[in-house]
């Protein structure tokens, strides 16, 4: 069963904190990304990573960095967390190349910032 | 600036009836990607395109680069087809960096 896993679903922490997002793949997708989504928004990309230890910064990189060691799994921290940086994060993975390459999408993580 | 547009914002949809959201792009793209956010916040893949045209049920969606906009037409409309829906497109660097729109929420009523 093709899935994006994304560990924790539900975390609150206070400004200043570290926060650290997992996520993972069973499809060997070389390709996976971070994105994060606002109320009334669509997604916006936080990094792309093109396989391991190969990651580029999306259009929303500020505060944020990633981290891939193994091809299955992709990590987001957050350094000393901002209330600002409240929102769902999405993490998503696809095949690169081919006629196929769809974005499969984790359930969300929703992250509250007090 | 803003490279996807997605209209309408917003529409309600009868049981039975049909419609087409549209994403129209600011600049040139590769492939345009489509989704369903369902009520849980789960977003559902439904096409991918890198031009032409794609058919799934009721469901059908047709990107065209050279006058860069993309569609997505919903036939009998059901109740579960209910959500957000989200077009992607990925510029003509190759980059796969997807951009999204901001949405067209969609309600269908009984």
């Known amino acids: 069963d093709m899935k994006v ?20 793949q ?7 990304y971070w ?6 928004l669509g997604l916006q990309l936080i990094y792309i990573s093109y396989d391991v230890d190969s990651n580029s910064e999306g259009d929303i990189p500020k505060g944020y960095r990633v981290s891939r060691k193994k091809r ?39 992250l509250s910032v007090l | 600036g803003d490279q996807v547009e997605q209209s309408p914002s917003a529409l309600s949809l009868h049981e039975g009836t049909g419609s087409a959201l549209r994403c129209n792009f600011t600049t040139t793209m590769r492939a345009v990607q489509w989704f369903q956010q369902n009520s849980r916040g789960s977003l559902i893949n439904l ?51 997807y951009v999204f729109g901001a949405g067209t929420r969609l309600k269908v009523i009984a």
């Open chain 1, 26 to 32: 069973d499809m060997s997708h070389e390709t996976m």
């Open chain 1, 35 to 40: 994105y994060r989504q606002d109320p009334g």
């Open chain 2, 47 to 97: 096409f991918y395109l890198a031009s032409g045209t794609k058919e799934n049920g009721r469901l059908k969606s047709t990107f065209n680069s050279k006058e860069s906009y993309s569609t997505l037409h919903i036939r009998d409309a059901q109740l579960e087809d209910s959500g957000t829906y989200f077009c992607a497109a990925e510029g003509g660097t190759g980059n796969y960096k």
């Open chain 1, 72 to 110: 299955e799994h992709f990590s987001l921290i957050l350094d000393s967390a901002k209330t600002n940086q409240t929102s769902v994060y999405f993490c998503a993975s696809s095949l690169s190349q081919g006629a196929d390459e769809r974005l499969f999408f984790g359930h969300g993580t929703k």
């Open chain 1, 5 to 24: 896993t994304q560990m924790p679903r539900y975390l609150i922490k206070r400004m200043g904190e570290n926060v650290l997002l997992e996520c993972g």
